[in-house]
């Protein structure tokens, strides 16, 4: 057992391992949480209340979460003092626990770190950032036919933009790289540029679309699209579209067609049980989510492509207020809300705590407990379709019925069959 200064380890539980490439989890198993700043800890209270229910009432005692606090952000200086935003043993925790969820968390101003949740993720090899979208009936959104999206987005986490390598203009460094490349490699640019470095590899690409297919495979999705801009960046994106393929191609040559082999071979039929592989210029898949929604199923994206990407895809069902996510490294699991920490909000009880509710139905169905996940997705349905909401919705809502972060919690509870 890890020995931990400030994280109290619960006296019942059993953590959760990998074994043979796969997470096994106990009946009981421990899993950490950040309660997050700002609205986190309102939001962070409805969930635990919510996943509790849930599990309850699927397992009927048979199966409990048992929740171990770890600490990060403002609360995290509060227990471990100045600058300690992010203590060692926080990370550690969630390596040792495999499974963790967290709330939202303020970017610090000064102490060195650019984000927390940059950090993190880079700190666990976080390569993957999973976010379902789709449609909540009842959900305010500004499109005719929200419920024509349905997506996954796989957006790499660690790479292209994300790397963050990035020199300021006018310094040594930037001066001597634009220097290096006019005079060794004929590449000129205006003196006085800041300097980017956008790495995108073999490596970090067929982990994610490995990833990507897997999932499709899992959850019986159809098609898996790659989002590039291929047509202006070859090496870097056009090179994650050449990837991407080749990967799908060599790890799973039996389960997947190319869109190429669709019209080719199968005159533009799915084989059954088949998964399409295609690929989309990232400009105009902004267009088809939009027009053409149906089409689309797992989207499988460089770093930068997948940031605007899933927000804009949140948005077309209703926003980042009940958009979910998951941070993933080969096993290791980290959901969390999509969006901020609201600071104008904090301790007023008053937010949509559905992004971070949904977070963890994503968990639940990592964990394979599908069945408690299934019932909080559908009690979600049932409360949002009976304008019960909070504020953010209820202003977008023909009669509405508006409500706190806790009495939405307990709705969903009551809702829950
Ligand atoms: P934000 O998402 O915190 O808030 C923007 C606005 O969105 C809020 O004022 C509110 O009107 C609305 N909103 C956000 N969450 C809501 C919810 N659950 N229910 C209803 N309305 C909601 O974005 P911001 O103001 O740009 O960022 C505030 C802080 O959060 C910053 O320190 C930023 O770095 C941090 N941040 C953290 C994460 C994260 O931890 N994953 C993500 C984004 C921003």
């Not at 005692?61 to 471990?80: C, N, P, Q």
């Not at 994106?237 to 050449?242: I, L, P």
Request: proline content about 5%; hydrophobic content about 40%; charged content about 25%.
């Amino acid at each position: 057992m890890a020995k931990y200064k400030k994280i109290k380890v619960p006296k019942t539980g059993t953590k959760i391992t990998v074994e043979k490439d796969k997470i096994v989890v106990p009946d009981d198993p421990i899993i950490p949480f950040i309660e997050g700043d700002g609205i986190g800890p309102d939001i962070w209270k409805a969930t635990q209340m919510v996943l509790d229910a849930a599990v309850e009432k699927a397992y009927k005692g048979t199966k409990k979460i048992i929740w171990m606090e770890i600490f990060a952000g403002d609360k995290a200086v509060k227990v471990y003092g100045k600058n300690q935003w992010l203590p060692k043993e926080t990370v550690q925790a969630i390596k040792d626990y495999v499974v963790a969820i967290k709330g939202p968390l303020t970017t610090p101003i000064g102490g060195g770190i650019r984000s927390l949740n940059v950090t993190l993720r880079q700190k666990l090899d976080l390569f993957a950032c999973v976010r379902p979208v789709k449609y909540y009936p009842g959900t305010p959104s500004p499109v005719k036919r929200p419920q024509d999206l349905n997506v996954v987005i796989f957006r790499e986490n660690t790479e292209d933009v994300y790397a963050g390598i990035e020199f300021k203009a006018n310094t040594k460094a930037a001066k001597e790289l634009i220097e290096l490349l006019s005079t060794k490699y004929k590449k000129h640019i205006r003196s006085g540029s800041g300097i980017g470095i956008k790495p995108i590899s073999k490596f970090g690409t067929e982990r994610l679309v490995k990833k990507a297919i897997e999932y499709a495979i899992e959850y019986g999705r159809k098609s898996v699209t790659l989002v590039h801009k291929g047509n202006i960046m070859k090496f870097t994106e056009g090179a994650f579209k050449d990837w991407g393929y080749q990967a799908a191609k060599k790890y799973f040559p039996n389960k997947i067609v190319t869109e190429a082999d669709l019209w080719d071979k199968y005159d533009g039929k799915l084989p059954e049980g088949k998964i399409l592989i295609k690929d989309r210029i990232a400009d105009s898949i902004f267009q088809q989510v939009l027009l053409r929604p149906t089409e689309y199923e797992i989207l499988a994206t460089p770093n930068l492509n997948g940031d605007f990407l899933s927000d804009a895809c949140a948005a077309q069902v209703g926003g980042l207020g009940i958009a979910p996510g998951s941070n993933m490294s080969y096993h290791y699991g980290l959901f969390e809300a999509t969006h901020g920490t609201a600071p104008k909000y904090a301790g007023m009880d008053k937010v949509n705590p559905g992004s971070l509710i949904l977070s963890g139905v994503m968990m639940l169905e990592y964990l394979g407990w599908k069945k408690a996940g299934t019932m909080v997705e559908n009690s979600m349905k049932r409360t949002i379709k009976s304008k019960v909401v909070t504020y953010d919705f209820a202003r977008q809502m023909k009669g509405a019925k508006k409500v706190k972060c806790s009495q939405f919690a307990k709705e969903l509870v009551k809702n829950m069959k």
